[in-house]
Nanobody, 112 residues
Framework: QVQLVESGGGLVQVGGSLRLSCTAS????????MYWVRQAPGKGLDCLST????????NYADSVKGRFTISRDSAKNTLYLQMDSLKSEDTAVYYC?????WGQGTQVTVSS
């Protein structure tokens, strides 16, 4: 059974940092793309960042470029999103995903 389980969300003040983790079971990180996606209250899905688990190539949305860093540890089958300089508009449910599977999401709330 394939599972993606996010953790690390929570409440943080504006300007603070959080690191999200996404641990995969039932499949391995050895190739293909992994994604961090968020959904703010009342809004659609927003793809923030991607990483190719084979090459390590990364991409970022303009809204998070320079503030968020995606990484992966293939040995641990874990994807990370380091989020710095958080803004109130970063408040959302954050999901990790592969092409086929999604996690259940973790809530990030940034308070001013």
């Amino acid at each position: 059974q394939v599972q993606l389980v996010e953790s690390g969300g929570g409440l943080v003040q504006v300007g603070g940092s959080l690191r999200l983790s996404c641990t995969a079971s039932g499949f391995t990180f050895n190739s293909g793309w992994m994604y961090w996606v968020r959904q703010a209250p009342g809004k659609g899905l927003d793809c923030l960042s991607t990483v190719n688990t084979g090459s390590g190539r990364t991409n970022y949305a303009d809204s998070v470029k320079g503030r968020f860093t995606i990484s992966r540890d293939s040995a641990k089958n874990t994807l990370y999103l380091q989020m710095d300089s958080l803004k109130s508009e970063d408040t959302a449910v954050y999901y990790c995903a592969s092409i086929e599977f999604w996690g259940q999401g973790t809530q990030v709330t940034v308070s001013s």
